[in-house]
């Protein structure tokens, strides 16, 4: 008689990764309750967007960016805090909802086999929000914007913003106050593969600045832009482009880091396109940028540097509660000389940290404070960002926000007081996941006493997922 030999259990997964369940509920505006004093000054709707659903009708997300998209709002109004919570309704969403099945690939899932000549890329609208010109806009860098309303967030449709140039356009467009626009790009690969600049200027119209080759077919998540430049950094990885137009396995399965290859730090004039400069740089990937300005004929740019692709696995083991590598991204400043086209980075700070964000005041300015996600520990590395730190850039101090055990942050999002452009005078709102009592906040921190905890808590009565990025639309 053979006994089978008993199999170990596995480990219990970790409290955080309740987090990331199908939304529970949606809903329209309504009160939220407030736990401490919601500052007086604070009047305006904080918006955040993140991939919200972790199965296609029972099939399981392989990565965190394949969820389609979320919105929450939470309103801050002489009568109270208010939140929303909804779902995006992107028209291949729609589609796929109404079918009861798996219709279209994303970022690491494959595209149905029957299906691969027969619909178009779906759009997941799941990144980032883009307030212009009174108008809302949810992204996603391989696609057009979805437009909702800034009213209740409910979905309008799918917009080129009437600029028939635009295929797509990424999820981190950004503001130069000086010209009074926000710009983005899109990228386009085939025989051919470029950059496309765009343009949104305030009160006017959304047009074509023109395109910038590429070195070869390489992924672009962000960007950073100052008074007179857009500033890309091209890691060394290639995407199979004949792979990925077939839909031979999904995008994730198609883009190869090369370890030890050169990167490439692309400079192009916002006012001569047509003229970009190209400098060689060591090899890394970043997904985020922090800031960047002019220094005469240098540039510095702050970002969160990687030594390989690999964070990419940490992304997607997430959603599945066991990131089988530590997350290992560190802030850097990069100073770029035109002149000797020379690229040098140094870290900044020893903690891993992503989504860095700075005050709407300090953008394309040499500045002193910079606001992020963070990992509290070096053991917590393999879960999600556990803490909300302050790091003064001219002394190296580093201030983290006092939260309770078992809450885990997202991108904290800064707050100017009115008036004010001081770079700690306001508050950061982050949207906190709390474990103990399975729900979702919106912690409302002084900038200036994060260590002081937080002055005021907004409770929503269920769980939210977490989110990438957010805004902030003053009343």
Partial sequence: MTTATPQPAAPPLPAWSRAFRNI???HGFQPLRVEGRIPEALRGTLLRMGA???DVHGVPVQHWFDGDGGVMGVRFGPDGVQGTARLVDSRTMVTE??????LYGSYAMPTPLRNKLLNPQKNNANTALLPWN?????LHEPNLPVELSPEDLSTLGETNLDCAMMKSFSAHPHRVHSRATVYNFGQHHGRVNTLELYALPDGGKARHMGSVPLPGPTMVHDYMVTDRYFVFFLPAMRIDVLKMLLRIGAFANNVHFRPGAAAEVLVVPIDDVAHPIRIPADSFFNWHFSNAYEDGDTLVVDYVRYPDFASNQWLGDLVRGAPSTDADGMLHRAVIDLKARTF???QLMDLSCEFPRVAPSAECRPYQTVYMGAHATREARRGLYDAVVRLDLATGRVTRAALDSGQYPSEPVFVPRPGSRAEDDGWLLTQVFDTKTDTTHVAV?????LDAGPVARCHFEHALPPTFHGEFIHA
Wanted: net charge positive.
């Fill in 134 to 138: 009174g108008r809302l806009y949810a």
């Fill in 24 to 26: 529970s509920r949606q």
């Fill in 97 to 102: 909802r109404r079918a009861g099945r798996q």
């Fill in 344 to 346: 040098r980075s140094e």
């Fill in 445 to 449: 921190l002084d900038a200036e006493r």
């Fill in 52 to 54: 919200w659903t972790f």
